[in-house]
Nanobody, 125 residues
Framework: QVQLVESGGGLVQAGDSLRLSCAASGRTFSIYLMGWFRQAPGKEREFVAAIRRSGGTTYYADSVKGRFTISRDNAKNTVYLQMNSLKAEETAVYYC??????????????????WGQGTQVTVSS
């Protein structure tokens, strides 16, 4: 099993920045891909960004390209999501997730095996 703990959420104003962290423990050697998703009130959970543990290839939703950056520290088994120029509509619970099996895809919720409890990000306008 893999345990994930997110941190770094909070209340910010539109245009501000925030950095989320996701610390993994357990079978971390089995992780191929780590991703961030978010779920706004009344909406479905959506893909935000992902990064391959080996090689560091990154993927982003079109809505966050150029503003968000996903990175990893394999030694710490931690993934980060740097979020700049935040918008009010990005208020959501942000979830970290891991995929233990190699797949060409990266944005499908069903491919991820473990999820964190989520961290609230609130962006005021």
């Amino acid at each position: 099993q893999v345990q994930l703990v997110e941190s770094g959420g909070g209340l910010v104003q539109a245009g501000d920045s925030l950095r989320l962290s996701c610390a993994a423990s357990g079978r971390t050697f089995s992780i191929y891909l780590m991703g961030w998703f978010r779920q706004a009130p009344g909406k479905e959970r959506e893909f935000v960004a992902a990064i391959r543990r080996s090689g560091g290839t990154t993927y982003y939703a079109d809505s966050v390209k150029g503003r968000f950056t996903i990175s990893r520290d394999n030694a710490k088994n931690t993934v980060y999501l740097q979020m700049n120029s935040l918008k009010a509509e990005e208020t959501a619970v942000y979830y970290c997730a891991t995929d233990l099996g190699y797949s060409h895809s990266y944005g499908l919720m069903d491919q991820y095996d473990y999820w964190g409890q989520g961290t609230q990000v609130t962006v005021s306008s």
